[in-house]
């Protein structure tokens, strides 16, 4: 069975930083996309940032533009994010994604496979 294992999570005060990292294990063939997604109570999941097998095409929402780095190391199978100057706006359930079909933008829809979530706290 394909897994997402997502760590790196939690408590941090605003400005700081933290890493997220997901390991991807039981695929047949390598995912074509992946994606981490956040998603706080009451609202919509949302993407985060995303990127494209092999690292090239990268996609960023809005309101971490400039803050926040993807990136994918394809021999570990693992995706990290570089969260950077950290809000409290930020606070969240991070989600990491995988998708297997043929890429029709960054829809949360779009993803086959999902990681158990790891929590971040900015105050």
């Known amino acids: 069975d394909v897994q997402l294992v997502e760590s790196g999570g939690g408590s941090v005060a605003a400005g700081g930083s933290l890493t997220l990292s997901c390991v991807a294990s039981?695929?047949?063939?390598?995912?074509?996309?992946m994606a981490w997604f956040r998603q706080a109570p009451g609202k919509k999941r949302e993407l985060v940032a995303g990127?494209?097998?092999?690292?090239?095409?990268?996609e960023y929402g809005d309101s971490v533009q400039g803050r926040f780095t993807i990136s994918q190391d394809n021999a570990k199978n693992t995706v990290l994010l570089q969260m950077n100057n950290l809000q409290s706006e930020d606070t969240a359930m991070y989600y990491c994604?995988?998708?297997?079909?043929?890429?029709?933008?960054?829809?949360?829809?779009?993803?086959?496979?999902w990681g158990q979530g790891t929590q971040v706290t900015v105050s």
């Open positions: 990127v494209m097998s092999g690292g090239g095409r990268k």
């Open positions: 039981g695929y047949t063939s390598s995912p074509k996309y």
């Open positions: 994604a995988a998708g297997a079909g043929p890429f029709c933008g960054w829809s949360p829809r779009r993803f086959n496979f």
